[in-house]
DNA sequence: CTAGGTGCAAACGATTTGCAATAAC
DNA sequence: GTTATTGCAAATCGTTTGCACCTAG
């Protein structure tokens, strides 16, 4: 996960995301707080191992912690969770514009798209099925441009 | 999973998957043609778990082997694979109309529609990206009319 | 002070793998 | 006979959990 590549140039996050905390009545602690800021410099989904990676350089933090709070966060809806074709999970900010995923057959590398299709069929199937929708979650698969260039 | 539910009344299924193994290239084995019959009495996607658990009843078999047909059978094309968001694994027969996944935020219980709204959108997006798009996955989460009902 | 968050190590569970025995072609 | 498939047991790996310690409110 490329990082310093989707920074986000000004700063001042951490603030922001010490309110997040509040409305949810989380405890506001640094861990947390430093673990929200990943998401708002970031412009792709994150894993928990992703979240690990970018911190650990200048934090102590524990994989656990994160997961406990990836999963607290998703919990409060500030976070939401998506599977990936592989069984792992990545989450994002909710309320961001929200993503779905490309993978690529051939190499694994995993893109992002914002654009959603779906929206516009999901009364459609509560009407069909009286489920109420209340999120989804779509992964493309196929070819990515590069391996379709080594391919021929 | 319940599976006398969803029994296919008929059968002399196993003569027609072993066309499809030899078409495919692949050995033809008592246990390769039980799991895919399986599949076949199915009007579900399932799990290698639900494969053993109703092979095991009349079968010795083990759930590597399972694993390992089922993996062979996707490769194949015979199955395609979907994740679930818990990370699990369905298989269904490739072919037969897809189906896609909603599960009970509530209960956990899984249903399946038998809908696409994606279809007529894969275009656009590998107009939109350059990929190349061969499959797709969509799950939707929200709340089952069951745990709507106890919910109030 | 006290409920909740954190680190560490150990557990979990679905899936995968190595290897020797076996079956398909 | 040769090669792929199977069974079994052990390994893998992302994720979760128990417990003692620590920190925010």
């Known amino acids: 996960m490329p990082f310093d590549k989707n920074r986000c140039p000004n700063d001042s996050h951490g603030i922001e995301s010490q ?12 861990k947390r707080v430093l673990i929200i800021d990943c998401f708002k410099h970031s412009n792709v989904p994150l894993t928990a191992d992703d979240v690990f990676n970018i911190l650990r350089e200048n934090t102590n933090i524990n994989l656990s912690t994160i997961y406990r709070a990836l999963s607290a966060l998703t919990d409060s809806e500030i976070l939401t969770k998506q599977t990936l074709s592989d069984g792992t999970y990545v989450f994002q900010l909710n309320g961001d514009v929200h993503r779905h995923i490309l993978t690529c057959k051939e190499c694994g590398k995993i893109d992002y798209i914002e654009f959603c299709p779906i929206e516009k ?25 590069d391996c379709k260039k080594k391919l021929k």
């Open 121 to 145: 069929t999901i009364d459609d199937i509560t009407s069909k099925t009286g489920f109420e929708i209340t999120g989804h979650s779509l992964e493309f698969t196929g070819i990515c441009p």
């Open 19 to 30: 309110k997040i905390l509040k409305n949810a009545n989380l405890k506001m602690t640094k």
